[in-house]
């Protein structure tokens, strides 16, 4: 076994070439995410042996240049810096073998670093289906380093790269200036120009899928039609194929429940298991078919290169409202979480255009809103179909999303006008060729968001219900562990405080049930749900599950349901738009360096939240 230190690999290229794809190769499940010294970018590191080598591989972020726009671009490219103890001892660049002249000017750049080169073309079965020969060979003798071929989402030329890796490198000799300093770009050009000619040939190409589909898929108005077709058949599948594995979990809860009660003793623990902890955990975990369902969709979508077309017919949109074309990949990426969503505005170096995503972005509906719309869609929204095939509670839930992107649109034009402006924008994107999806990576990505989702969510309702079940089970004046039966949910702590808050929210329909639910989801929207099963579960602890029938068969006083589609409505609105996120806020605040921004954020989404719900309630009542 060879002892020496392992050799540390940068993997390097441009946007949409392949690299990350050839990073997952080489180094499999054996990654990292680190963040880059003294800035908050991620960086994902990986290792792997081979033949006894061993190798630590850093996957670079994909750029066009090492003369990076933004600062965290020139952050994570530090490690090219001389003393950087992060300095690669050789570069694996990767070019899309499509567009080899865009793809080698970085490799230019980085050529003269005097660090050791491997040059990969990448999606060479494209490249040939084009018509596109290079001849490797003389290639190599031109730069002066190993030229590899490889299809990354194939995995071929994977060993190939493993094994030059193992040999001795070699720094690359070609000449990209030609000793000139003037016009600097345009003489790489000249010089990336007449190497290609030397090496690259051009015969009979064949029309590729991509560009038959793109006309139709990024048409000015055909493209949001089909966009808006693609979503509505996620939501349909969300509610229609997540119904099975729903009930399963619904009912294994619920047997847990009763074999809890049916084994423990009539004490206060039973009722801290059984209507607290089992009965919030119920609530949520219910939820992870739909959630696992709309991020296997998303993948898919993702990993075939849609989205960067959607991305595309955006950007028109997106600037006449104050945002960057660079807006449209946070905002996409908020329907999943607001979180990471804020994170990667990093990327846009107009300070004026960040800051409008940053405020806009939480409006987006995230993941975290889902258990709530499907649960409340679920109590009020009738079982129908439209034609036949369109089912109604669809049709809502993609109503719901929309309406967060119509808001966050006209929430971004506001602050188009309260934003001052510093510097231009500009917004480059390349669209790449279409690729079928790679399961294995949309198995892990579903596996990832789903173990997520239960992990940091789990968490939270743990906490909370326990306190919820301490407080709904116990009262003034109560100074023993009596079981929970002898106290009333209205006569709890938690019902005293319901009903202090009771009349401010009563205007937007809801009873001090809701005001509980609304209270302890500020530490995240899903424990809404988790909230709403604990106090149904405290007043009927018999059935630990079951949360919708027992918000369906819920009346007022009069008689009249609870849960009106007036209600409904109104609480679904004001979670769409209400700042019921705790960890959004304090990302906000990390990425601004300043309180007034989540301050804003915080007071202007609750008050829209509130108007709106009043407005809704009122004319639906």
């Known amino acids: 076994m060879n002892n020496s230190p392992s050799a540390n690999i940068a993997l390097c290229g441009n946007p949409n070439c392949g690299k990350s794809s050839i990073f997952n190769q080489l180094t499999g499940l054996q990654q990292k995410i680190t963040n880059v010294p003294g800035t908050t970018i991620e960086r994902r590191i990986g290792n792997f042996t081979f033949k006894d080598h061993s190798f630590v591989v850093q996957d670079t972020p994909g750029t066009y240049s090492i003369r990076a726009k933004s600062k965290d671009e020139e952050a994570a490219l530090e490690i090219f810096d001389e003393g950087n103890p992060n300095r690669p001892d050789q570069i694996v660049y990767v070019a899309d073998a499509n567009n080899l002249k865009r793809n080698l000017l970085f490799f230019s750049q980085l050529s003269e670093l005097g660090i050791p080169m491997i040059l990969v073309l990448n999606m060479m079965d494209v490249a040939e289906r084009k018509g596109v020969t290079i001849q490797i060979e003389r290639l190599e003798q031109e730069l002066g380093i190993p030229v590899l071929m490889s299809n990354a989402r194939k995995g071929t030329g994977i060993d190939e790269l493993r094994e030059a890796l193992t040999k001795q490198p070699f720094k690359p000799h070609y000449n990209f200036l030609e000793g000139r300093k003037d016009e600097e770009v345009v003489t790489r050009y000249d010089r990336i120009q007449a190497l290609l000619q030397k090496v690259v040939t051009q015969k009979n190409r064949e029309e590729l899928f991509t560009e038959k589909l793109d006309p139709v898929l990024t048409h000015p108005i055909f493209g949001y039609a089909i966009f808006i077709g693609v979503l509505l058949l996620v939501f349909q599948s969300v509610f229609k194929l997540a119904e099975y594995p729903m009930e399963l979990i619904e009912n294994g809860f619920s047997w ?366």
């Open 256 to 621: 847990l429940g009763s074999l809890l009660l049916d084994t423990l003793p009539d004490a206060w623990y039973r009722s801290l298991l059984v209507n607290g902890l089992v009965a919030g955990l119920a609530g949520v975990m219910v939820f992870i078919p739909q959630i696992a369902i709309l991020f296997f969709f998303m993948a898919i979508l993702e990993d075939t290169g849609y989205m960067s077309r959607v991305s595309f017919i955006m950007d028109k949109l997106l600037r006449g409202l104050g945002l960057s074309g660079k807006s449209v990949v946070p905002l996409l990426s908020g329907a999943a979480c607001a979180i990471p969503a804020i994170m990667a505005t990093r990327s846009i170096e107009n300070w004026k255009d960040r800051m409008i995503t940053i405020m806009v972005t939480p409006l987006m509906s995230c993941s975290a809103r889902l258990p709530v719309y499907t649960l409340l869609i679920s109590v009020a929204v009738p079982n129908q179909y439209i034609f036949g095939f369109i089912s109604l509670k669809a049709l809502m839930l993609l109503g719901m999303y929309l309406l967060g992107t119509v808001a966050s649109l006209l929430a971004a034009l506001v602050f188009k006008f309260f934003i001052k402006q510093r510097g231009l924008s500009f917004f480059v994107m390349e669209l790449p060729v279409y690729h079928p999806p790679r399961w294995k990576n949309v198995g892990m990505m579903v596996l990832n968001k789903s173990k997520s989702f239960v992990t940091e969510a789990g968490k939270v309702i743990l906490i909370v219900s326990v306190v919820l079940w301490f407080l709904a089970s116990y009262g003034p004046g109560e100074t023993s562990m009596a079981p929970t039966k002898n106290v009333s949910l209205e006569e709890s702590y938690a019902g005293h405080f319901g009903k202090v808050i009771e009349p401010t929210i009563k205007p937007i329909g809801f009873n001090w049930k809701i005001g509980i639910a609304l209270l302890t989801s500020f530490a995240a929207r899903e424990v809404f749900v988790g909230t709403m099963s604990t106090i149904y579960s405290v007043d009927d602890e018999e059935d630990v599950t079951r949360i919708r029938e027992k918000m369906q068969r819920e009346t007022n006083s009069a008689g009249e349901p609870v849960y009106s589609l007036a209600v409904v409505l109104s609480l679904m609105i004001f979670y769409a738009f209400a700042m019921q996120c705790i960890s959004t806020l304090a990302v906000v605040y990390k990425e601004t360096k300043r309180l007034k921004w989540p301050l804003i954020q915080f007071a202007y989404m609750t008050g829209l939240a509130y108007v709106c719900s009043f407005i809704v309630y009122q004319l639906l009542r």
